[in-house]
């Protein structure tokens, strides 16, 4: 059974570009949530999308979105970086939500000069 | 008040003893709870889950949870360097979404 896939895995951008991860998730998993983590902050949620809703967000700026398709495949956008946006973004899916746990992804790490 | 608070650590025990690992939550109405370990560079790996007061014991694992306290604990009996990790605990509050600790680095030294 395939794990959750994200691409790509390293990126390094420039100040003021956008970019855009994807995910793919756990074949029949249906929530896939996002997350930023750095060494001083952690683990910090930014969106949860559920058969192509969002249906959770966290304190990030409108630069941050993301979508779900159909397939439940998701992508996160990140628009006008700064240099703070450097992290590594992870991907995680879940059959429902969270009540059973998220499965993560390898991660996407960002890193913008 | 973070919504779960953890030790941050690092906290050091020697080869075969016992790590003790402490988390705080302040959503009363969460229902689900995890351990997830982190090691250096790569994504979180899930452990344990707990959803019902008491004690949950797998392999040299026990995850401990007092819903009345909003306190999570994590036992790793007979520690072993491979451990070395950071340890996360994370809290499915109502509504669909995990929240994390900071993490408590561990380190067991042979």
């Known amino acids: 059974k395939a794990g959750v896939t994200q691409t790509p895995r390293y990126l390094i951008k420039t100040r003021g570009q956008q970019v855009t991860l994807s995910c793919s998730p756990i074949s029949g998993h249906r929530s896939v949530s996002w997350y930023q983590q750095t060494p001083g902050q952690g683990l910090q949620f930014l969106f949860e999308y559920f058969s192509e809703t969002q249906r959770n967000k966290g304190n990030f700026p409108g630069r941050f979105s993301g979508r779900q398709f159909s397939n439940s495949r998701s992508e996160m956008n990140v628009s006008t970086l700064e240099l703070g946006d450097s992290a590594l973004y992870l991907c995680a899916s879940s059959l429902d939500g969270g009540t059973y746990g998220y499965t993560f992804g390898s991660g996407t790490r960002l890193t913008v000069v | 008040q973070k919504e779960v608070e953890q030790n941050s650590g690092p906290l050091s025990v020697p080869e075969g003893a016992i790590a003790s690992l402490n988390c705080t939550y302040s959503?009363?109405?969460?229902?689900?709870f995890f351990w997830y370990r982190q090691y250096s560079g790569k994504s979180p790996e899930l452990i344990m889950s707990i959803y019902s007061n008491g004690d949950k014991e797998d392999g040299r694992f026990t995850a401990q949870l007092n819903k009345a306290s909003q306190y999570v604990s994590l036992l790793i009996r007979d520690s072993q360097p491979s451990d070395s990790a950071t340890y996360l605990c994370?809290?499915?509050?109502?509504?669909?979404?995990?929240?994390f600790g900071q993490g408590t680095e561990l380190s067991v030294k042979p």
């Open positions: 994370a809290v499915n509050p109502p509504g669909g979404k995990l929240i």
């Open positions: 959503d009363r109405g969460s229902q689900s």
